[in-house]
């Protein structure tokens, strides 16, 4: 089947293939409708050294960068992630979902703290809460453990929460996903119509009953012949070489002759 073929079967059975696409256009309608669009905001922290640990680099912390900084960074991102913490943060007035995790391709101990929701100025007001909840979470881990406060390791935020975001990816994929569904059920549906239409259209070859070909074969049966011989191209070529053309004039003379 060509495209030309599939267009008229499409154009002659427009009225299955017609209200199959209204449906797929009112589902897609609706899906755009109740899917609501998502806004994320994201900030950046990094870890610092203590105070006691930048004298040799006069007091600048940037200078002075220790791998153990990168692993309490990935400690404080599981502990925000945890259950305990999501608790903490939900009564602090956090909406929507927050993630913290290592900012990717990293050189250093930086965290992404990020909040998704559907509200844009919810979803500011909780990473905002979320970075000053982590840098509490951070010094809180120092002070289970007594150390002295010039010691502590300290987080300072380079990249404030920026203005949520639309995150369309989702909400895109959810309509592409309806709507290719909807088109393919309505031709599936149009082309069973077609197939059932030609069915009914076009009955299949009436087949002889048994017999029925040697009636048919009027002169062979007369003459004696098999019944199933009339059906059988090697009938007349058997008979041929069974009796040869002249046989029996040939033996009416040898028997005549003196």
Known sequence: MDLAEIWRVMRRRWYVLLPGLLITAALTAAVYLLVPVEYRSQ???TLLNS???TVAFDGNPFLSTQASLTGMADGLARNLNSDGAKADLKALGVTGVHEAKIADNALGPYMW????????AAVL?????LTGYAEKRLLDF?????????????????????????????????????????????????F??????????SPGRH???????????????AGGGRTEDAGDPTATLRMTVAHPAGSGAAGSRTGGSP
């Not at 703290?113 to 844009?120: A, C, N, R």
């Not at 007001?125 to 809460?129: F, H, L, T």
């Not at 639309?166 to 309806?178: E, G, Y």
């Open 125 to 129: 007001k909780s990473d905002e809460i």
């Open 192 to 201: 069973f119509v077609e197939a059932r239409k030609r069915q009914r259209s």
């Open 43 to 45: 900030s950046t922290v």
């Open 142 to 190: 120092q002070s289970q453990q007594s150390v002295a406060p010039d010691a502590m390791i300290r987080m300072s935020t380079i990249v404030p929460p920026q203005k949520p975001e639309a995150q369309t990816k989702a909400r895109l994929q959810f309509l592409v996903m309806a709507g290719a569904l909807g088109f393919v059920l309505s031709l599936v549906a149009t």
């Open 113 to 120: 703290l990020s909040v998704v929701g559907t509200d844009p």
């Open 207 to 221: 087949r002889p009953a048994p017999g029925e070909g040697g009636e048919a074969g009027g002169p062979a049966g």
């Open 51 to 53: 105070k006691k640990a």
